[in-house]
């Protein structure tokens, strides 16, 4: 009983982290245990000077972090957590000042940006919380340009499935899953990517070209 209210706490705080706990601890935590995701992603991304870049559930921010290293025109973070969104806004307050970082509140089913606002979009660790993941895809389309990059990265179902709290909220995604959401809401050119982080398991970035 005791096992299965702290896994219930976990998945809340990954979802959506909240609180002194949320805001103290969780942020931090998930920048240590998303580094080989994020690692990927980046790479993944090429951020070049010029690009505008998107991340949606940035967490902790530390992939954030690392894009705003590469010099892009602008970076813009969106996560559904306002303690996110506070905790970051201390860590990157000199490029909020200097115009080089926008971070929001917002849904990924309703992202609260123009249309074709980025050049570049990825969303590490957040896909099984979507509450419409079709409706978010085609979100994530309509506010990438025409020939814009998108990097979706999420846990395989295995490794997932190994900690009891993903029976908590969690909904399980194979790489063609996201493949068929994504070719639906508009994107094509799909590129599978396969990487391993050695205390939990192994971990998929799909990599796709908006139409």
């Known amino acids: 009983?005791?096992?299965?209210?702290?896994?219930?706490?976990?998945?809340?705080?990954?979802?959506?982290?909240?609180?002194?706990?949320?805001?103290?601890?969780?942020?931090?935590?998930?920048?240590?245990?998303?580094?080989?995701?994020?690692?990927?992603?980046?790479?993944?991304?090429?951020?070049?000077?010029?690009?505008?870049?998107?991340?949606?559930?940035?967490?902790?921010?530390?992939?954030?972090?690392?894009?705003?290293?590469q010099g892009p025109a602008e970076a813009i973070g969106i996560d559904l957590s306002e303690e996110m969104v506070a905790r970051a806004g201390r860590r990157f307050r000199r490029d909020i000042a200097q115009g080089k970082i926008r971070l929001l509140a917002g849904l990924v089913e309703r992202l609260p940006l123009a249309s074709a606002v980025a050049d570049k979009a990825c969303s590490l660790n957040s896909i099984y919380f979507w509450s419409d993941p079709a409706a978010a895809m085609h979100e994530l389309a309509?506010?990438?340009?025409?020939?814009?990059?998108?990097?979706?990265?999420?846990?395989?179902?295995?490794t997932l499935r190994a900690w009891p709290g993903h029976r908590y909220g969690f909904t399980v995604f194979?790489?063609?899953?996201?493949?068929?959401?994504?070719?639906?809401?508009?994107?094509?050119?799909?590129?599978?990517?396969?990487g391993m982080e050695p205390k939990f398991g192994r971990i998929f970035c799909v990599k796709l070209e908006r139409q």
């Not at 530390?62 to 894009?67: D, G, P, Q, T, Y």
């Not at 790489?175 to 396969?194: Q, S, Y």
């Open 142 to 158: 309509r506010v990438l340009g025409p020939g814009g990059m998108l990097v979706i990265g999420f846990e395989a179902p295995e």
């Open 174 to 194: 194979e790489p063609a899953d996201v493949i068929r959401l994504a070719t639906e809401a508009g994107f094509r050119n799909a590129e599978v990517h396969e």
């Open 1 to 69: 009983m005791f096992a299965r209210l702290i896994h219930k706490y976990l998945a809340r705080q990954f979802a959506r982290p909240q609180g002194l706990a949320g805001r103290w601890i969780f942020g931090a935590w998930l920048d240590r245990v998303n580094q080989r995701m994020n690692a990927l992603a980046l790479r993944l991304l090429d951020v070049r000077p010029g690009n505008r870049v998107l991340e949606v559930g940035f967490g902790g921010g530390a992939l954030l972090a690392a894009i705003l290293a």
